[in-house]
């Protein structure tokens, strides 16, 4: 008798206690039904991420930057994938070819030098591979001495401030008065952007996939993230840092535009403020406004006139809003959505139609801002109706901080107020 | 039948009983309800104590049990001697010292009497566990080992951080780095030692450990009653009129106050600082500078309501502080207006020296007179301001 069989004929304590307490196995239609369950779930699972219509999807980069970050990802998704099928299928090679079938304990082994040296060395080197392309890439997206525009962001419980220094880059002659606006940061197409990351509340994170990775949103901190859409559209992103009750809800857009539509824009967002014709129902709406929204949100150019004297109507959202600000919706009608980039402005079709527009023709219909015919009345309107049943802000409706709320309160206007103030803002193009 | 104890505890519940009807019919008033309620509250534990004890026949034991004399609760080896109730007290005394002197007393009274609980407890428990005082042993060491040593670690290491904290508070700047290198050599030596000398007697080991923790502690506790050095404090720029800011170096010449304030500031900052512009001072001139733009920009751009960093570079001769206008507040006192400037600055910075202001702008740049805006300034240097501008 050979010295294997001697030694395999030992029985492990644990297996007898194994054996007595097996069950009977399931019939074999069970078994065929519970797998057949487990192969469609997972098919299911595979096939959902072949989804064309996916508007944060980062494995379809525009730019470069996440090109630069999907020629990562890429290579070592499929190392990753390779390796995990070679050591699932090892795995469950050895759990089907050496199950228990009652046969005696085998040999017991112990090092194997040859093996764990191998063992150690192939990871070693997928590792070093792998990190160094990671740190060059990472080197790479963190560069900031080559950009062409800088844009200030700022993330506050729940939507994001874009604000346009003055400065010669951007488009030509440059960008010569501050521009502020909220929920879309309009960029110009091939143009390596550089974005100043911040917060005033919170941690945020703000994320438009298709253009970039990450970038936390700190309080007291300047974080950089490059930004270049390779033609123009509009690229959907999301915070992605837990930041308070409506942190689903605080979205953001990027649109690209080419150079010229970019520098109509630019126009457009420092051009004077036009006031409401008298007599109109949005005339009648600019003093609701002023009444009511002043408080908070700011329009450029906005003033009144008492006695001959005009003076500028100044928000003062630092006294109100516990974040110290509030969007300023001097152009409010030339954005897509409001409130966080989380409602349309835009009715589906209008909505749908400048989606897939081609890019040589997507600058002229996102320049057209919100349309009569574009224009989704219901939503604003439930908006200023009662904006925390839309949006949750605070747990308790009459909930402040020091006096103050974290988003826009219920106002409890009357429904002519808001025929006004729907008037009004229209006009804010 | 009535056992011994349940014959004891239905003698305590006539006895509180009577004593409540004599203490009751004896006295008037309030007392009488007090007295009457206390001892029938006495008579009802003694009660309950007794039903109890009667009814699960505790400490009846059988002759005839096989295991009477060995396994039963009455056959268990006396309770042994601990310390735990004189811990236990010395909380209780913790607390009542704490509930007249400092908080911390208190709360230190409330740990020392929950822990005492807990051990005493579970020492009174593995003690009755079996007959076995081997076996009772191990059983406590079992449930309160994996307490006991982390906590104790824990307490001895914060000890031995504490102590090691008043004697490098003690030691002067210049004597500090060097005790610290002297301990970290003599550790590292040590270490060495035993590393190398694994024959070593455990008794030595244990000893030398003793003898440096001890000396640590006992230092210590040493230098923490001499009290710490003198350390400089960072100067606080309390400048509710802004006068401070405007001051140039000239002028807090000479002026005590204003000498500690400025001089003793540090002049470096932190190099993961985060500044959102860093604002350099040379060869007279002022200059900002952001990341992304390669030039140096004259307007810089300050998003508001959002308190934001600015890191100030002087690298001329001489001290000079960067100061920010953030407006003015208008407010009426007696009817009569008052303009108060809004500023915010840095300390005077040396040549090479370096400080980061924090600012913040609640309003926006079309709130400042078109006469007075929003500025980063440098008192005393004429023709040089970097613009702010807040959207």
New interface residues.
């Given amino acids: 008798m050979s010295e294997r069989s001697d030694v395999t004929r030992r029985v492990h304590p644990l297996q007898e206690a194994e054996r007595a307490v097996q069950p009977q196995q399931a019939p074999r239609s069970r078994r065929a039904a519970l797998l057949g369950g487990v192969g469609v779930a997972t098919l299911a699972a595979l096939l959902a991420g072949c989804a064309k219509d996916a508007p944060q999807d980062t494995w379809q980069p525009a730019g470069e930057n996440a090109r630069k970050i999907d020629n990562l990802q890429e290579p070592v998704f499929l190392i990753a994938g390779i390796v995990g099928v070679i050591v699932f299928a090892t795995v469950g090679y050895c759990m089907v070819r050496f199950r228990d079938r009652g046969q005696d304990m085998p040999k017991q082994t112990h090092g194997k030098p040859a093996l764990e040296i191998m063992l150690t060395i192939i990871p070693a080197i997928i590792l070093l591979f792998v990190g160094v392309f990671t740190v060059s890439t990472v080197f790479a997206l963190a560069k900031t001495n080559d950009t062409e525009c800088i844009v200030n962001v700022t993330g506050q419980q729940w939507w994001w401030e874009y604000d346009y220094p003055a400065q010669p880059g951007c488009m030509p002659g440059g960008i010569t008065t501050p521009i502020v606006t909220s929920g879309e940061l309009v960029i110009p197409a091939t143009t390596r952007v550089l974005l100043h990351v911040t917060s005033r509340d919170v941690i945020h994170s703000f994320w438009i996939p298709k253009l970039n990775g990450k970038r936390d949103a700190v309080p007291g901190r300047d974080q950089t993230l490059r930004m270049e859409a390779d033609h123009p559209g509009i690229y959907d992103g999301q915070c992605t840092e837990f930041c308070g009750l409506s942190h689903a809800r605080m979205r953001m857009a990027a649109v690209s535009l080419n150079s010229a539509d970019f520098t109509t824009w630019v126009t457009n967002q420092t051009a004077a403020y036009t006031a409401p014709q008298e007599g109109t129902l949005a005339a009648t709406g600019q003093s609701t406004f002023i009444s009511q929204c002043s408080r908070c949100h700011q329009v450029n150019g906005l003033s009144t006139t008492t006695d001959g004297v005009t003076t500028p109507v100044l928000s003062n959202p630092d006294q109100y809003i516990v974040a110290g600000a509030a969007p300023n919706l001097t152009n409010l009608m030339t954005r897509t959505t409001f409130a966080g980039a989380t409602f349309d402005l835009l009715t589906q079709e209008c909505r749908d139609r400048l989606y897939n527009a081609t890019p040589e023709e997507f600058g002229q219909l996102y320049l057209q801002g919100v349309t009569p015919d574009c224009f989704e009345e219901a939503n604003l309107r439930t908006w200023i109706r009662n904006a925390p049943a839309m949006k949750p802000m605070y747990a308790a409706p009459d909930e402040t901080v020091d006096g103050k709320y974290r988003g826009m309160p219920h106002l409890n206007l009357t429904e002519n107020q808001i025929d006004e103030l729907i008037a009004y803002l229209q006009e804010r193009k | 039948m009535l056992t011994t104890g349940s014959k004891l505890l239905l003698g305590g519940t006539v006895a509180s009983t009577l004593a409540a009807l004599i203490w009751g019919i004896s006295n008037g008033g309030a007392s009488a309800y007090v007295g009457v309620i206390g001892l029938l509250s006495v008579a009802l534990a003694f009660g309950l104590l007794f039903g109890v004890n009667y009814f699960v026949r505790d400490c009846n034991v059988p002759a005839t049990a096989p295991d009477a004399l060995t396994a039963s609760a009455a056959a268990m080896p006396p309770a042994r001697r601990s310390a735990w109730p004189l811990v236990a007290a010395f909380g209780v005394g913790l607390i009542a010292l704490g509930a007249v002197t400092k908080p911390i007393v208190f709360k230190a009274g409330i740990l020392v009497v929950l822990a005492a609980s807990i051990e005493w407890m579970v020492q009174a428990w593995s003690e009755r566990a079996s007959s076995d005082p081997a076996y009772n042993d191990s059983l406590r060491k079992r449930l309160l080992h994996p307490l006991e040593f982390p906590l104790l670690g824990a307490i001895g290491a914060a000890i031995l951080v504490y102590s090691f904290s008043r004697i490098m508070l003690f030691l002067s700047k210049e004597g500090g780095p060097i005790a610290f290198i002297l301990f970290g050599v003599l550790i590292l030596g040590f270490a060495t030692i035993f590393a190398l000398q694994p024959t070593i007697k455990r008794g030595v080991v244990v000893g030398i450990c003793a003898i440096a923790a001890l000396g640590i502690v006992g230092a210590g506790a040493a230098m923490a009653i001499s009290g710490q050095r003198e350390i400089d404090r960072h100067p606080i720029v309390n400048d509710d009129d802004g006068a401070q800011c405007l001051r140039t170096e000239d002028q807090i010449a000479g002026n005590p106050e204003y000498e500690e304030i400025e001089h003793h500031s540090s002049q470096k900052v932190s190099a993961k600082s ?3 512009a860093r604002v350099v001072l040379e060869d007279g001139q002022l200059r900002a500078y ?6 140096p ?1 004259d ?3 300050v ?7 600015i890191l100030f570079q002087n690298h001329d001769e001489g001290e000079f502080r960067l100061t920010a206008f953030a407006g003015t507040d208008v407010t009426k006192v007696n009817d009569t207006e008052v303009k108060v400037d809004r500023l915010t600055c840095t300390t005077l910075i040396r040549k090479d020296g370096e400080a980061m202001l924090t600012v913040n702008f ?3 740049s ?2 400042a007179a078109p006469d007075a805006p929003y500025t980063l300034t440098v008192p005393g240097l004429e023709g040089q301001q970097i613009t702010v ?1 807040v ?1």
Avoid: E
């Fill in positions: 985060n500044p959102m952001i990341v992304g733009a390669d030039q920009i307007q810089l751009t998003a508001r309501s959002n308190p934001g960093n609640p309003k926006s079309a709130a501008v959207p």
